[in-house]
Each structure stands twice: as structure tokens, then as C-alpha cells.
């Protein structure tokens, strides 16, 4: 659930509840249904309960809130690791409650990670741009076909709920993926499959992040590199498991690593 991330695009993980359903080949090796399994727990699948989280991971939201405020620096949070914030077999006064929590935590950058972004249709506020200004979603896409299906329905979330910002995150990348529209798109994350969930990670090409590179520039997107992956890194003997780590290897042109344009990472300190 994490204090503090070692993802290299967030700063903190945040998990209201535990638990979640597979669906898409992206969730094949799920590491968090591999964490809830290793403490006995059994939150996935259609129709497992999902567990909510304690109050004192809650609490944590308004902790970090109170030391941005005071540092005047506005961390990443990674809204839910473990779990999809718009699953719909989740207690929906679950949701309703991690919204609130998020909205009054409005020093915090929010970052908003899901693999139903359909959902968030029915399930976001109709007051999302008043009060969630500081929150961007940002939908997990694996295949081409996944990124045909679900960029529109995210360009139209934006523009319906005037959300701030919003990203793609290519993780684990499958495939060669191009985005076949831009507009009003902000940030993409491009990664390949860690080793997890007691299998091992699928194939990535630099190739693929270099295409992306060459979109996000012609196309005025924000362009992360996050990792080249378990498979490249076995290949190229990486101390880094993950491939996740820029000193081996990679090239200067491909330690791309921006973050979404336009978010504010500062506060005015009152
Ligand atoms: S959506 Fe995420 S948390 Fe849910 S099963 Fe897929 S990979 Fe796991």
C-alpha cells in the first residue's frame, strides 16, 4: 500500500480497498493478486469481496496533504495499485467515501489509474471539474486494439466532466501501439512486463517506446519511459530486474521521462 512509491511516475501509492476482477490480457500476471494471495487473502474474481482498507491507511490521504501544504511541493498519488478505483463490484459507498477523501485533498496530484475507464461514466461526479481539478485519469491500455477502444471514451470523459488531465498507461506494453488520436491527450507511460505474479514478463521492444517518443513530439504529448521490462532486461543481463533502471544501458534518447504538461507541481504556501 505503500508510504512512500518505487514507481518511478508517482510519489505515493494509495489504496482504498484490495481487490479486483481480470479483465484484460494486461492483468495475465497481476501482481496485486499476487500480494493479496501471499497474506491468505481472496479479493479477486467475480463476486470475491473486496477489502476495504484500514483507517489509518485513509488517514494517510490527509497526512500527506498537511506536508505538501507545508512544503509547498505537490506529491503524485497512485489511486489504486492493489485495485480499480471504477470497479463495479465494489461497494459503490466505497467509492463515494475515496472520492470524498480525494477531493478534500486538493494539495495532492492524483493520479487515477484504471483498466474501465467506460465506467467512469456512470461513476464519476457530475461536480468533477469543480472539485477534483487537482485529479487526472488515466487509462490502461495493453493492445492496439485496447488503446482503439478506450482513447475515445477517454477524450470524451475530458471534455464531458472537464477533467484537468489525462493519460495512457502502456503497461505491460504487448505490442507496437500508436495512438490513432492526440487531442487532449496528456501523458502516456510506456513500460514493459515486470517478472510477477510467479510468471515471467512478456516480450518488449525499445522499438515501441521509440515510436511513442516520436508521437508524443509531434503530437505535443507527455512521454514517460518507465521501464524496458523482466524479458529485456534477462536478454541484455540488467542488474535491474525490471529493465527499470536508465544508468544500464539505455540510450540518451530514450530516457524520456516527463510528467503530464500543465499540472502544477508547487503550492502557494498560505
Ligand atoms: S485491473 Fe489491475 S488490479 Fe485489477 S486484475 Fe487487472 S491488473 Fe489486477
Known amino acids: 500500500m505503500g508510504e512512500n512509491s518505487g514507481i518511478a511516475w508517482t510519489t505515493h501509492t494509495w489504496n482504498p480497498w484490495i481487490g479486483c476482477t481480470k479483465v484484460s490480457p494486461g492483468c495475465d500476471a497481476c501482481y496485486a493478486e499476487a500480494y493479496d494471495a501471499r ?3 481472496k479479493h479477486w474474481g467475480s463476486g470475491a ?8 491507511n485513509w488517514n494517510k490521504l490527509k497526512k500527506w496533504n498537511r506536508a505538501a501544504r507545508k512544503s509547498g511541493v505537490r506529491p503524485w498519488v497512485f489511486v489504486a ?8 463490484e465494489v461497494d459503490p459507498e466505497w467509492r ?3 472520492l470524498a477523501e ?11 489509474v484504471t483498466k474501465r475507464i467506460g465506467n467512469a461514466f456512470k461513476m464519476l ?3 468533477w471539474a469543480l472539485s477534483f481539478a487537482h485529479c487526472g485519469l488515466v487509462a490502461t491500455v495493453v493492445t492496439q486494439k485496447e488503446c482503439d477502444r478506450d482513447l475515445p471514451k477517454l477524450l470524451e470523459i475530458k471534455r464531458k466532466y472537464g477533467v484537468a488531465w489525462v493519460g495512457l498507461s502502456i503497461e505491460p506494453q504487448l505490442e507496437r501501439i500508436i495512438p490513432k488520436n492526440g487531442d487532449g491527450l496528456d501523458w502516456i507511460i510506456t513500460a514493459g512486463e515486470s517478472d510477477q505474479g510467479g510468471a515471467l514478463g512478456r516480450e518488449y521492444r525499445v522499438g515501441w517506446a521509440f515510436d511513442l517518443i516520436a508521437w508524443g513530439e509531434t503530437h505535443g504529448v507527455a512521454i514517460f519511459v518507465k521501464q524496458l521490462g523482466s524479458f529485456f532486461a534477462r536478454n541484455a543481463n540488467f542488474k535491474d530486474r525490471a529493465g527499470a533502471d536508465p544508468a544500464e544501458w539505455w540510450p540518451p534518447s530514450l530516457r524520456v521521462r516527463q510528467m503530464p504538461c500543465g499540472v502544477p507541481t508547487t503550492l502557494k504556501i498560505a
Do not use: K, V, W
Not at 49 to 56: F, V
Not at 81 to 88: E, G, M
Not at 102 to 112: K, R, W
Open 49 to 56: 469481496p473486496r477489502l476495504r482498507t484500514t483507517i489509518q
Open 102 to 112: 480525494m477531493s478534500e485533498c486538493d494539495a495532492l496530484n492524483f493520479q487515477i
Open 39 to 41: 497474506f491468505g487473502g
Open 125 to 127: 461526479p457530475s461536480h
Open 81 to 88: 495499485s492493489l485495485a480499480d478505483i471504477f470497479d463495479n
Open 96 to 98: 463515494r467515501d475515496a
